[in-house]
Every structure is written in structure tokens, then in C-alpha cells.
């Protein structure tokens, strides 16, 4: 178990040290940092704005070569946990993110919990009536669901539910009690989740259905056990594989989801936020943003490794 979780730390580090690299390069090379900061006045050759296109090199070290820029912001990630300031706005990267990430991990979280609360009963419900009308009728929901894009199904949600019934608020509510925020955030992580579920509740049911067929399950059944303690007890721990691995890679997916549902539903969060960081070429927003969501997702797959040696005790050696 150590040996494992210390070559996935390993790996972390690595895949971090690549992205930003990658990330850090690609932005500084593809735009004109100094421009982003001062606008034209980058540009001009007046030589009363020359002290203010140099001041401004020197403050956020664009004097520098791109391999020293590169370790500098580095060092400040590492030592500091600091990601700069915003070439835009000046405000400190770092209380941007306190603004923004906590939407956006909560919105994640939320749909992460739903997909897999809607998943589970749903996945073994439709196992255990397996191949029947009702399974048939589940299958083509979870085909309907998992079709439907998801600023499709945010609108509907949102003019069904808040702007028709007004059961949920317009948009999201950050300051009147944890309630309210929960209750806004609801209709987002419910667009998000659905497709989970869906995605989830076909892995789970096809992985039931092979496993309830395994001797030790109709062991189980003759003995007289219910079914469903047959179910629950015997046969779902070892169908959760697929589903595992599924819900550590989706995590990643969600961010792509979020930057839509975000702007259906009016949530400054992260996914919103990067949009509009890299439509004014904000180099250090961005930046600051992939190294989050990048670190989270591989500790989130992390996590899926020590509970697949949790599972199955094979996987430890």
C-alpha cells in the first residue's frame, strides 16, 4: 500500500511539473504578457512611458528568460503558495481563487455525490430485473440521458424549475446561509449528475448482471439468503470495479460541464472564471487554475487506487 500510494505521488509530481511547463510556455509564447498588462501603451515608443513599460517588466519579471520566469513562479507555487497577480485586473491570483474555487468544488462535489446516489440503487434495481420491460424502459433513459448535451438539459432544468415552478432560484445565492447556497446549487449539480448517473447506473448494471450469475451468488441464493442481502451484500462490492474507475476519470470531465452549467446558471466559479482569463490572455489566472484542477484530479485518482486495493486485496501486491 505504501509502494503504491508513494509511485502515485511520484507520478503526481511529475504530471504537475509537465503541465505547467507546457501550460507556462504555451501561454507566454503564444501572447504578449506586457500588453495584457499596460495595453497599447506596451507598444509605445514615446520615451515618457518607457519607465512604466520597464517597471512593469521588472515587477512581473518579463526581463527575465522564459526558463528563469518559469522557475521563479515555481519557487513562489512551492515555497510561497503564491500564484502571482492577475495581469487584468492586479488583484493576487490567490484571492481570486478564494472567490472562485469554492463554487466550483462545491458544484463538483454536489454533482459527484448526486451521480452516484441516483446510480447505485438505480444500477441494481435494473440488474435484478434484468432483460424485462422495465429494464428495457431504464436503458432507453439512460441512452436519452446520456444524448442530451448538457446545456440542453441546464436549460430545461432552469426553465422547468426555476424560471416556471420558481422551486430554485435564478442564480446562485452565496450569502444568505449555507441552505440557500445548497438549494441554488441544486439545479446545477443535477444537470451535472444526471449523465453520471447514467453513465454509472450501465457500467453497474452490466458488471451486477455478470457477477449474480458467479457460483458464490447462487451459493448465496439456495442457501435462502434475501435478495436483497444477495444483492447488496454479496454481489455489488465485487461490480463497483468499473464503476470506480469511471467516477475517477469523470472528475476531469466535470470541468468541461461546469464552464457551461456555470453560465446557465449564473456561477462565478472557476469554469467561468478561466474562460474569461484566457479571452484576455490572463496568463497567471489560468495557469493558477489548471494547476488546481490538474493536482485534483490526480488525487482523485489517487483516492480510486487505495480504494481498488481497499476492494481487492490482489491489487496491493
Not at 462490492?237 to 453560465?263: H, K, Q
Amino acid at each position: 500500500m505504501i509502494k503504491l500510494i508513494a509511485g502515485r505521488i511520484v507520478l503526481l509530481i511529475g504530471l504537475l511539473l509537465a503541465v505547467t511547463m507546457l501550460t507556462f510556455g504555451a501561454m507566454n509564447l503564444l501572447g504578449d504578457p506586457l500588453f495584457n498588462i499596460l495595453g497599447p501603451v506596451a507598444q509605445s515608443t514615446d520615451p515618457r512611458d518607457q519607465p512604466d513599460i520597464e517597471a512593469a517588466r521588472a515587477d512581473f519579471n518579463l526581463d527575465r528568460s522564459l526558463p528563469v520566469r518559469y522557475g521563479l513562479w515555481l519557487e513562489d507555487v512551492v515555497v510561497n503558495r503564491d500564484f502571482g497577480r492577475s495581469y487584468g485586473s492586479k488583484l493576487e491570483v490567490n484571492d481570486i481563487m478564494k472567490d472562485r474555487l469554492p463554487k466550483s468544488l462545491l458544484l463538483a462535489g454536489m454533482a459527484l455525490l448526486m451521480g452516484v446516489v441516483i446510480a447505485i440503487p438505480w444500477g441494481v434495481w435494473a440488474a435484478s430485473r434484468a432483460n424485462k420491460p422495465v429494464d428495457k424502459l431504464s436503458t432507453v433513459a439512460t441512452f436519452g440521458i446520456v444524448a442530451l448535451p448538457n446545456f440542453a438539459l441546464g436549460v430545461l432544468l432552469y426553465y422547468a424549475f426555476a424560471l416556471k415552478l420558481q422551486w430554485f432560484p435564478l442564480k446562485f445565492i452565496d450569502n444568505e446561509g449555507l441552505y440557500m447556497r445548497l438549494k441554488s446549487m441544486f439545479l446545477p449539480a443535477l444537470t451535472l449528475a444526471l449523465p453520471l448517473a447514467a453513465v454509472y447506473q450501465r457500467l453497474l448494471r452490466t458488471d451486477l448482471i455478470t457477477t449474480l450469475q458467479e457460483d458464490f451468488i447462487l451459493m448465496a441464493r439456495s442457501k435462502g439468503v434475501p435478495k436483497w442481502k444477495v444483492l447488496f451484500g454479496h454481489a455489488l462490492r465485487p461490480s463497483m470495479f468499473s464503476f470506480i474507475t469511471v467516477f475517477g476519470l469523470n472528475a476531469g470531465a466535470l470541468i468541461g460541464g461546469a464552464l457551461v452549467v456555470e453560465t446557465i446558471f449564473n456561477i462565478p466559479g472557476a469554469g467561468s472564471q478561466i474562460v474569461e482569463s484566457i479571452i484576455r490572455d490572463d496568463f497567471p489566472v489560468v495557469l493558477a487554475i489548471i494547476v488546481v484542477i490538474t493536482a485534483g484530479f490526480v488525487v482523485l485518482n489517487l483516492l480510486v487506487d487505495v480504494l481498488y486495493s481497499i476492494l481487492d486485496p490482489r491489487v496491493r501486491s
